[in-house]
């Protein structure tokens, strides 16, 4: 046989019993195999030998290498000289290699290998590629290798690898186990572990996460990192050391748990010794559980306790956190049926203000049951309703300063029935309802012990949908208007001398002016007799896209609000005495599907002022470009407090050759100073992405601003180092600049032209 002519040899296993050549290439069976070369020898009928451009194919494994031999009997391979493997989604080379071809099980020195990952789970892509001075296959999916190294990057992109003494993995569940591993980024060894466990996939492996690093000016230079326990399929806890350059160390706990019945969490922060506050075992403590009974019944309970006032304020960077002031401890059943409602709560509170300090529920019971009624009497139905509650108030009167009734506790009885008779049409509806409320109180500690009352509400709620087609600009729409009408009548009784157990006057807005009583909780009942008169229109394209959407309102009242009057909410009695409401305009409007513009106007015209106005302008071309401008102007509603009038500017914009801008500017006009600010760059390299945040946050809780420094390196497919466990980057970015998107976010059609 020369070498110049081609031969190929098809060889089944049974060929042993009864053999058999072929001299063409087939389609393969899984137990079938196919060599070929520019050479060939056939040795007792066992052993085959191809020599120059070899080529092995059995099952889906190509093998090709310039000599190969196969043992027939053994299922023995040996192949040396350019090795490369291919199938199974994936690829190997190396210098040679032994193996058990049926098994997969064998070593390649000197190898390279790429396998394929679940592209979905991959930020950046979606192959794994790496290399060994020795390369172990242990099976289908399995292999591990010695003195080897790991990427995610693309072959020619050595940005970033994991090197370890021993890496075994597993391409069916996308996981991957190092010993003694080393993260090197720009060949710069940036961490080390003895054991590194992770998954390409999510899934759940005992193992230290990324390390986070950040730094605060309350708190200094901040470092941690977390320990993850799978302890069962159902439960799991993280462990985390948390160093504070100015407080010193801190320990953090976590452990969850989730079945198809119940859930829950459990957390834990403690510091032995505050370094900058000589302040001594500091910590914050969560229960949280919740329990499904039946499919009806559920109950739980939440405990939260911190040591100190002070605690979030100098511990946190989340402005969410920064600002708490009560601590929820309470425990709650319920009962949900498709008509009734039935809730059970226990409720206290640690307070961290001596401003103020909420009533306690020890306990509530509460009771809402709605019903649709068809076909009554020619009529095509009617709505029932009944809301109760049953509460027993107290309260820690040590942080009660100025209220009139602090020494007030007691229960309070509340029975809302109504019912509602609608008539709907396609073109619009008209809503009438009676309700009644009842008011019951058992008091200790105020100028009555007693009171009861009983207080009727007529309202009429009615809209038309009005449309017609036209044309503009040459396109055709749809114009819609929708008038709107909405009158309510309540009669006045003295509630003066009722407490005010958790009683607030609604916000007016453009919804609550479509509200029966302008108080939120139970303990007032507005009188009224007024009327809402509102008209909406829209415009909407063929294909029902909504271009612009436009609403202008205002309430009329026929009588003054005496209630109102009584109340501790006003300054004076000029709101409860006028003849209407502000007028109150929003406007929603598209000037192409890229720039959006957003306006609300809340204007008082007996007295000329704009109250209330947010104007926002916001231009999206594609994701990972923002532009957002807003201005917000809140007047003072009563004499104590202050106007805000404050510009917002937030965005995001690539710079080209990977690089993108973030920041965000929210500037208070009345005292010429940021509320807060965020700045900073993000890089896209390919496989990985990096980004440096600075924030500056103004806290409630001092006159001192908080400043915070991120730093970020995300790998792709592999996590990120650099997140702060507390102030998480992703959070403070998605709450300055709404709408924002990450590289590993942004489809690859708009995030390949930053990268030129």
């Known amino acids: 046989m020369t070498s110049s002519l081609k031969i190929y040899f098809m060889i089944f296993l049974i060929l042993f019993l009864n053999s058999t050549l072929s001299y063409g290439e087939e389609q393969l069976s899984d137990d079938s195999l196919l060599i070929e070369g520019d050479s060939l020898e056939n040795t007792l009928d066992r052993k085959l030998k191809a020599s120059g451009n070899a080529v092995l194919k059995k099952g889906g494994n190509t093998i090709k290498a310039d000599l190969i031999e196969y043992d027939q009997v053994s299922d023995e391979l040996y192949a040396i000289g350019n090795i490369s493997v291919e199938g199974n989604g994936g690829s190997l080379t190396g210098s040679s290699i032994e193996l058990s071809v049926n098994e997969n099980i064998g070593f390649i020195p000197n190898a390279t290998f790429s396998s394929t990952l679940n592209k979905s789970n991959s930020s950046f892509n979606n192959k794994l590629r790496g290399s060994a001075k020795m390369l172990f296959l242990e099976g289908e999916s399995k292999k ?73 000016s309350r708190s200094g230079f901040e470092s941690s990192i977390p320990y993850y326990f799978n302890l069962s399929p159902t439960s799991d806890a993280t462990l985390t050391p948390r160093y504070l350059g100015k407080r010193g160390f801190q320990m953090k706990g976590e452990y969850r748990y989730l079945d198809k019945n119940y859930s829950g ?59 708490t002031v009560n601590l929820p401890q309470e425990a709650y059943l319920n009962y949900t ?98 309700s009644m409320n009842i008011l019951s109180y058992d008091l200790e500690g105020g100028s009555t012990n007693s009171k009861s009352m009983v207080i009727p509400t007529l309202s009429i709620d009615s809209r038309l949908l009005i449309d017609k087609k036209l044309t503009l600009a040459g396109k055709s729409f749809v114009q819609t208007l929708e008038p709107r009408i909405f009158y309510s009548y309540t009669p006045y009784k003295k509630q003066e001398d009722l407490p005010m157990f958790d009683t607030a006057l609604t916000n007016l807005n453009l919804e609550s002016l479509f509200i029966e009583n302008q108080f939120v909780g139970g303990d007032r009942v507005m009188d009224s007799n007024q009327f809402t008169i509102a008209a909406t229109t829209r415009f909407l394209d063929d294909a029902g896209y909504e271009w612009l959407n436009a609403t202008l309102a205002q309430r009329f009242y026929l009588s003054d609000r005496k209630v109102l009057k009584e109340t501790q909410f006003l300054n004076s009695n000029s709101a409860a005495q006028s003849d209407s409401s502000d007028l109150f305009l929003t406007a929603t409007g598209y000037i192409n599907k890229a720039l959006k513009i957003d306006s609300a106007i809340q204007y008082n015209p007996n007295e000329s002022t704009t109250n209330r106005a947010t104007l926002r302008t916001r231009y999206s071309p594609n994701p990972g470009k923002l532009i957002d401008v807003s201005y917000r102007l809140i007047r003072g509603l009563t004499a104590a407090d202050d106007d805000i009038k404050q510009i917002n500017l937030a965005g995001q914009w690539p710079l080209g050759r990977g690089w993108s801008s973030i920041g965000r500017y929210n500037y208070d006009i009345q005292k010429s100073s940021a509320v807060e600010s965020l700045g900073g760059f993000e890089f896209d390299g390919g496989c990985w992405t990096s980004r440096i945040v600075v924030n500056k946050l103004q806290l409630a809780t001092t006159d001192k601003a908080n400043y915070s420094l991120f730093l970020q390196i995300e790998l792709g497919g592999l996590g990120s180092l650099g997140t702060s466990n507390d102030a998480n980057l992703f959070d403070v970015i998605n709450r300055n600049v709404p709408g924002a998107s990450f590289a590993s976010e942004i489809p690859d059609q708009y995030r390949k032209e930053n990268l030129n």
């Open 144 to 216: 591990k290798l010695q003195n080897g190294s790991i990427t995610t990057c693309e072959a020619g992109q050595d940005d970033w690898f994991i090197k370890a003494s021993e890496i075994a993995i597993n391409d069916s569940s996308q996981t991957v186990a190092a010993k003694n591993a080393k993260l090197e980024f720009k060949g710069i060894p940036i961490l080390y572990s003895p054991l590194v466990n992770f998954s390409f996939n999510n899934d759940r492996k005992s193992g230290f996460l990324a390390p986070s690093v950040g730094t605060t």
């Open 265 to 323: 969490a459990s957390n834990l922060e403690y510091m032995g010794k505050d370094n900058s506050s000589d302040k001594t075992n500091r910590y914050y403590g969560k229960l949280h559980h919740e329990q499904s009974l039946s499919d009806k019944i559920t109950g739980g309970f939440r405990i939260e306790k911190v040591s100190d006032d002070n605690y979030f304020s100098d511990m946190s960077s989340l402005i969410s956190a920064t600002s």
């Open 337 to 434: 049926s498709e008509k009734l409602d039935v809730n059970f709560l226990a409720q206290r509170y640690q307070n961290l203000t001596t401003t103020s300090s909420p009533y306690e529920r020890l306990p509530s019971i509460k009771i809402i049951h709605s019903d649709n009624h068809e076909n009554l009497d020619g009529f095509s139905s009617y709505e029932t309703s009944l809301n109760m509650s049953l509460t027993q108030f107290e309260r820690n009167h040590n942080f009660v300063a100025s209220s009139t009734n602090k020494n007030v506790s007691g229960r309070r009885f509340i029975s809302r029935p109504s019912i509602a008779l609608p008539f709907e049409t396609s073109y619009g509806y008209v809503k009438p309802r009676i």
